[in-house]
Structures are given as C-alpha cells and as structure tokens.
C-alpha cells in the first residue's frame, strides 16, 4: 500500500516546464562560415547558425536533445546528443562536443561512445565566427 501511494505521489508532483539540461551557452550563438570570405560572400550558402536548441546549416540541422555545458582549458564547451534531421529525414542521433576556441572559431568534434571525448581520427569540424551574420547585417538560417 505504501508503494502505490508513493507513486500516487510521485505522479501527482508538478512537472518543471524547463528542460532538464544545459542549452547552448549564449557565447556559441552567431552565425558561422567556413572562412572569413565565405562570411562576406551574399551568396554564400555554406554557414551554421547556433542557437540555444540546434545548430542549423543550410539544408540540415542538429537539434540538442542533453547537453552539459562546462569551461576547457581550450575553452568554453558543450558536450550534447544531438538529432540530426536532414532536408528530407532524419538521420541518426550523434554526441557532438562543441569548442570556442578563441572568440572567432568554433571547433565541433564527433565524440565517441559514452566516453565524452573525441572520437580518435574524426578530426575536427571548424567553422569561423562572421561578425555580422551576412554583409546587409541578417542571418540566412533560423
């Protein structure tokens, strides 16, 4: 009887509306290119937008399903699951670890099963902060 009323309890307790887990730190959200031309270039479709739920490319995006935000000695740092949906499906879930470096590169690693560092040989991801989105000031991804 104790137990049924336990979990009448448990049931019955208020669910907190924010998600259980850290968002992607406010520092990460801008819009990236590969380099600093494609960052000036209005044609430019090869950019990454970072927002506090996904990161969004042009066609696909990786929407944060866990993350845990920390400080590296290499610099601020989100290790996540992430679900990656691409223009048509989705594909397969994937640990991402994301690094700012220094203030104008971000670096994204592919971690490796449920050791929460890099997976050996994937290499690194890396994408160059524009400073103002696009050269008229805007952002081309949501």
């Known amino acids: 009887m104790r137990i ?32 600093a031309a494609s960052c000036n270039d209005a044609e ?18 990786e929407y944060l399903v866990i993350g845990v935000a920390f400080e590296s000695s290499n610099g601020p740092s989100l290790n996540g699951r ?24 971000l670096v994204r690693y592919q971690l490796a099963g449920d050791t929460g560092e890099p997976a050996p040989g994937t290499g690194r991801d890396i994408w160059i902060r524009c400073p103002r989105g696009r050269p008229d000031g805007t952002c081309p991804i949501v």
């Open 4 to 35: 049924v009323a336990l979990a009448l309890l448990i049931v019955a307790m208020p669910v907190d509306a924010h998600p259980q887990h850290d968002a992607i730190p406010p520092v990460f959200h801008v819009v990236y290119g590969r380099t």
């Open 44 to 61: 430019e479709i090869a950019l990454l937008n970072v927002t506090a739920g996904h990161l969004a490319y042009y066609e696909a995006g």
């Open 82 to 105: 992430f679900v990656v949906r691409g223009e048509t499906m989705i594909l397969p879930d994937a640990n991402l670890r994301l690094v700012l470096e220094t203030p104008n590169r």
